[in-house]
């Protein structure tokens, strides 16, 4: 749905306050505008990131990190976004970029399961 190839050539390790910016292609080809993230906190169990660009003046994206057995986990994406009067196209365009994300997780985790049943 949306691809955000970076501006500049990204680094091997990224690490806490770190800024990236990449320019949002929507469906590949149609341009967008530079979006800019800012990485917050990376740790174990916790990611974080602020984010901003074009009409969002704020995209406070957290991912956390949940063991749920050995081996396996939960994760949760908590995202606050505030782009004024976009602020509700914003938010159902998260949406649905977060279900086809979860849905290519799982594609990818049934993949993997097979693989190493084999």
Known sequence: MV???????LPETITEGQRITAELRFLGV???WHHTLTTERLGELEIASREHGGPVREWNHRITFQETSPGSCRYTDSVEI?????TP???LFAHLIYRDRQWRWRALARV???ESNV
């Open 30 to 32: 149609l341009p967008g």
């Open 3 to 9: 691809q955000m190839p970076p501006i500049e050539r």
């Open 89 to 91: 196209t914003v938010v």
């Open 82 to 86: 505030h782009a004024g009067l976009a």
């Open 112 to 114: 993997l399961a097979a």
